[in-house]
């Protein structure tokens, strides 16, 4: 969650609006409940809500590959 998603307002590429304080909670949470899931590859976006993200996700795998492209934005 961003303020921006709080707020109703679309974000897409052209605004890399950060996560908030929600939204870090919910990728801890996403990465807790990926722990058991076997997963090689961690890819985002180079936006900071989807890489912040992954960032959780990939600490919990720290073997996965992880892949930032500007292209997935």
């Not at 908030?20 to 180079?46: C, F, K, M, W």
Request: glycine content about 8%.
């Amino acid at each position: 969650m961003t303020d921006w998603n709080r707020r109703g307002l679309v974000q897409g590429a052209g605004h890399d609006i950060p996560l908030n304080e929600d939204g870090r909670a919910q990728a801890i949470y996403a990465a807790e409940e990926l722990a058991a899931v076997p997963i090689t590859v961690v890819a985002s976006s180079h936006l900071s809500r989807a890489s912040e993200t992954a960032d959780a996700v990939h600490a919990v795998h720290p073997a996965a590959a992880r892949l930032v492209n500007e292209g997935f934005g």
